[in-house]
């Protein structure tokens, strides 16, 4: 389902966002895995977020741009085959976005397999809304949405506050959306 043919605020969804290592699926690690349950009306149900643990260090300017440590994952993370289980039951069968989903989606299902893990995520992607909401933009990236929106980006580049974000910035726009 395109994030355009769901009817924002009408029924249940999940947003979902992840923090990793790098840009490649195929090489790099996931850190931190967080999903929002959001119910009719935008109200959020739920919420989940893991720490994993990873087999390498944590980049330097990885960390510069997350704040995430080697000493949290080491601290807090858990095995990724179990933050990947928890977040597939958590989101369930309810329709799951993520902005960039293609990056997202990628990661989670090259991981998933890796661990041997019988899933897969189906993640739309928000970017196509913004896209036909606010044409001609010059990024559609989440903090330049966030600042349009006028919404505070307090904590961006940690995936739990990027989903809240996004909420926010979808709710925004819900008003603008043909339904």
Same mark, same amino acid.
């Given at each position: ?33 967080? +999903?929002?349950?959001?119910?009719? #009306?935008? &109200? =959020?149900?739920?919420?989940?977020? @893991? ?5 390498? $260090? ?51 299902? +090259?991981?998933?397999?890796?661990? #041997?893990? &019988? =899933?897969?995520?189906?993640?739309? @992607? ?5 896209? $036909? ?47």
């Amino acid at each position: 389902m395109k994030l355009s043919e769901f009817i924002l605020g009408r029924m249940p969804f999940c947003i979902l966002d992840i923090e990793t290592t790098g840009f490649l699926a195929d090489t790099h690690e996931i850190l931190e895995i967080s +999903a929002i349950q959001v119910g009719a #009306g935008f &109200d =959020i149900i739920g919420e989940t977020s @893991c720490l994993t643990r990873t087999a390498n $260090r944590v980049p330097s300017l990885i960390t510069e741009i997350t704040g995430i440590t080697d000493d949290m994952l080491r601290a807090h993370g858990q095995p990724l085959a179990e933050v990947l289980a928890h977040v597939h039951r958590f989101v369930g069968d309810h329709p799951a976005y993520a902005h960039n989903a293609q990056f997202d989606r990628g990661f989670l299902n +090259a991981s998933a397999a890796r661990e #041997g893990l &019988d =899933i897969r995520f189906s993640l739309a @992607c928000s970017i196509p809304v913004f896209k $036909r909401l606010l044409p001609g933009r010059e990024s559609y990236d989440l903090q330049a949405l966030a600042k349009a929106f006028q919404l505070e980006d307090d904590g961006a580049h940690r995936a739990l506050a990027d989903c809240r974000m996004l909420l926010g910035c979808l709710k925004r726009a819900h008003r603008n959306i043909a339904v």
